[in-house]
């Protein structure tokens, strides 16, 4: 890319909470020539997005036939990418899902933490963390081998918080530079010196993904974009709708599981595995939240809603979950997860939100659970599938997050429109299994 242009974008909070998108529009945004790109994304935004097309979107034919007629217009990445909307893939900034914040020696904020206690962790020997942020560990004390920057380091007790814990005594660090098997650097330093204390090391929510992606992450759109290995060569060719890759068939990498490291394989080899309806699983574990040809993935305590096909949980609560002709995309995820763009009126729905999304749903809930919300786009909810009020042929709408003492619930769509092909349409809510650990903040 040296010596090529690109355009970095200056973004705009959403303003609006109605039902739908809520998108800030592109033209909001400013836009700076960049005459030697250092990010990918610059050079991209260029073409796809506000400043490529401005009000005339061109119209995406990897959508003809599958999910439209003639295809739809295509979407503004740089509205959808924003990292001021309910959520986004990591582009321009770090995910909106951090469970755990590193906040080091501040005072009490009573902020409750997502720290899921079936995470693994490491907590041989003691650690001391200077002022400068400089960590040693003693006792005996030594870095997992597969260690990241941006695992979490819990100071004080060898057992984190979880929700509800207030931000005092102990505390939460970020590893950001690692020197050797027992010297790294965190963030933030704390303002007094640690000395011997009891501590736990873990990948947190990284525990999830497919190393060396995690909640520090930052996304390159190639990493998502691209030919795959039977195709022309080239980021505009693919022989892949969407230009999306397909799943890699064998991913080996390191994994510490509380007690050693190991070396750990995900196989795709199932049905529909092996292709692009199963891509996301190059980013986030199949070993955790399972698909068509493993129902009870060993790993799914890992995630804060269980995808498996125990009593209650996703799967044997909605078995179609695991099958992608539900969702005319192809990609299985997108039932319930990161597609839908509109405003639940028939016609409206475009796709793009797997991008990053804004979306609310209509204020019609079936059920008063306290968890209820219209904030739909959160942890990316902007399903194809979801119902989102009367406009879609179900009269209620919305999704209603678990807790550990609470199941989620939510409805599906009455009838089918160019992005979802399920039409189960349950008048009742469909419950679905409680959360492993309490967290839905920002």
Not at 59 to 75: H, Y
Not at 196 to 201: P, S, V
Not at 265 to 289: I, K, L, P, Q
Request: proline share 8%; with cysteine.
């Amino acid at each position: 890319m040296k010596g090529v242009w690109g355009v970095s974008v200056g973004f705009q909070p959403p303003t609006t909470t109605n039902a739908g998108d809520n998108y800030r529009p592109g033209a909001d945004y400013s836009y700076t020539k960049v005459w030697d790109v250092q990010y990918e994304r610059d050079l991209c935004l260029k073409c796809h997005g506000y400043f490529g097309f401005l009000s005339s979107p061109p119209t995406n034919l990897s959508l003809a036939g599958t999910v439209a007629t003639t295809g739809m217009p295509a979407s503004d990445i740089a509205e959808e990418a924003n990292p001021n909307n309910l959520a986004h893939h990591a582009i321009y900034a770090r995910g909106k899902n951090q469970p755990i914040t590193a906040t080091g020696s501040t005072t009490a904020t009573g902020r409750p933490y997502g720290a899921n206690p079936n995470w693994p962790k490491y907590t041989t020997g003691s650690i001391s963390i200077s002022t400068a942020g400089t960590a040693t560990l003693s006792g005996g004390g030594s870095l997992p081998q597969n260690v990241l920057p941006g695992w979490m380091v819990y100071v004080g007790s060898i057992n984190y918080p979880t929700a509800g814990s207030p931000d005092t005594p102990r505390f939460w660090f970020e590893i950001v530079e690692i020197y050797g098997s027992t010297s790294f650097k965190v963030t933030p330093a704390p303002s007094a010196a640690i000395s011997n204390q009891a501590y736990a090391i873990t990948a947190g929510l990284g525990n999830t993904f497919v190393p060396p992606y995690g909640p520090w992450s930052i996304l390159l759109c190639k990493d998502c974009h691209g030919s795959t290995l039977t195709d022309p060569l080239g980021p505009h060719a693919s022989i892949n709708k969407f230009m999306v890759k397909s799943v890699e068939p064998v991913i080996g990498y390191e994994f510490f599981d509380g007690t050693q490291v190991t070396i750990t394989t995900e196989v795709h080899t199932g049905a529909n595995e092996t292709t692009y309806n199963y891509f996301c699983y190059n980013c986030h574990r199949r070993s955790v939240y399972g698909g068509p040809s493993l129902n009870n993935p060993p790993a799914s305590i890992y995630a804060r809603v269980r995808h498996d096909n125990t009593t209650g949980h996703i799967y044997q609560a909605c078995p179609r979950t695991t099958t992608p002709t539900y969702v005319r995309t192809g990609i299985t995820c997108n039932m319930c997860h990161a597609i839908y763009r509109g405003d639940g009126s028939a016609g409206s729905e475009r796709v793009g939100g797997i991008h990053g999304t804004n979306f609310y749903s209509k204020p019609t809930q079936g059920t008063a659970r306290p968890t209820w919300t219209t904030r739909q786009g959160k942890r990316f909810l902007n399903g194809a599938s979801w119902a989102i009020g009367p406009n879609d042929g179900n009269a209620n709408g919305g999704v209603a997050r678990p807790t550990t003492t609470t199941s989620g619930g939510c409805y599906v769509r009455k009838t089918a429109d160019s992005l979802n092909n399920c039409t189960g349409g349950h008048t009742g809510e469909r419950a679905y299994g409680g959360a492993t650990y309490d967290y839905d903040n920002p």
